[in-house]
């Protein structure tokens, strides 16, 4: 259940519940700063729920809760049309310290990503734009099938894009991405060896998105 209070001039507000006691409350600014069009959100979730465990399907009390707290901003000038954003998370987990899902330590996380480009009307047939990102995501491992014994992830992210706007309600866009993983574990452990011994993911995505 979400409810939307009222906006606060450019600040809006919205807060949730769900089921298994989860709430979650955020808010986003709007507006111009200093002639530049600024975006800001900021947003918490609290889960207190028990968790499953993925390889048994048994409930089980590794923790008491689950913190979730995520940040957004990003800028854009309506003249040269060069924008960024930035976005952070870090989630924490009040967990004991024997908790595992199949195998795998529930660890804290945290991420962060950025993207900067520029969008501007450089034929007829609307507004292009090109842009990079750039993102690194800390100890999120958790394949339920995975022997004990890794400790800690890193998963980086680079990516370029361009999207084609046809008016207010087509956008093509293609988008290539490459994966980096590493984990950290004990010498000698098969799912560490594995990962750390495979070739990065490339991968490359075409699509369409139509606004009715």
Do not use: C, H
Not at 13 to 37: E, P, S, T
Not at 83 to 102: H, L, M, P, W
Not at 146 to 171: C, D, P
């Amino acid at each position: 259940v979400r409810y939307d209070l009222p906006a606060f001039g450019p600040v809006t507000v919205a807060v949730g519940l769900a089921n298994d006691d989860r709430y979650d409350i955020a808010a986003k600014y709007k507006g111009q700063l200093g002639g530049v069009n600024a975006q800001l959100a900021v947003g918490y979730a609290i889960n207190q729920s028990a968790t499953t465990d993925a390889s048994t399907g048994a409930t089980v009390v590794i923790g008491t809760e689950s913190d979730l707290f995520a940040l957004q901003a990003g800028l854009m000038d309506p003249n040269s049309g060069i924008f960024g954003s930035i976005a952070y998370q870090t989630e924490g987990n009040d967990r004991t310290a024997a908790g595992t899902v199949g195998g795998v330590s529930l660890q804290d996380t945290d991420a962060f990503w950025l993207k900067v480009g520029i969008k501007k009307a450089f034929n007829s047939y609307g507004d292009t734009a090109f842009a990079f990102q750039y993102g690194q995501y800390s100890d999120q491992y958790g394949l339920a099938e995975a022997t004990a014994g890794v400790t800690g992830s890193e998963v980086e992210r680079i990516g370029l894009e361009v999207n084609q706007y046809f008016g207010s309600s087509l956008i093509i866009y293609g988008v290539w991405e490459n994966l980096s993983v590493d984990v950290d574990g004990a010498a000698g452990n098969a799912a560490v060896a594995n990962i750390n011994g495979s070739d990065d993911l490339d991968t490359f995505t075409a699509g369409m998105t139509f606004f009715f």
